[in-house]
């Protein structure tokens, strides 16, 4: 329902994340303000979700010094959720995510809203490849996913 607040990761929400998907990663700069990243997400169960950070950004700096974060999903069929936690470090570097240097964090899950909103289905969150590396982009997207559920 929407607005709801549960203190899991929902079935529906768990099963989409399971397999991995993209998402924005949400942090809270030292100034006050908010901040959005692109990363790849995935579930481990309801209580645990996965994600990449960009080793020396801002999102990056953000999380070592609050210890929170927030993930926003889209999906298909209305699916749409805020996901709020703690995080911790888990891995200096994603290797499948190379020559990108990602950092795995791992967020304890305090809430999932539902943020869906009936009538109106949002379009999923997905990345478009250049189609001469279509190809080889999904191949690392899905070793990436691999190697944060490990």
Known sequence: MPGTI?????????????????????????????????????????KRARFGVDEGGSAYGNIQRSGQAALHVIGPDNLAYLIKGATRFLKQRIDAAAPARM??????????????????????????????QRDAMRKMEQAVFSEMRA
Request: aromatic residues 14%; glycine residues 8%.
């Open 103 to 132: 950092v795995l964090f791992e967020m304890e899950v305090f809430g999932a809203r539902d943020q869906s909103f009936p009538g109106v289905t949002a379009t999923p969150f997905h990345y478009e490849w250049p189609a001469d």
């Open 6 to 46: 549960t203190p899991d990761l929902p079935e529906k929400l768990l099963a989409y994340l399971r397999p991995g998907a993209p998402a924005l990663l949400l942090t809270t700069g030292a100034d006050g303000y908010p901040s959005s990243a692109y990363t790849w997400a995935v579930a481990l169960d309801g």
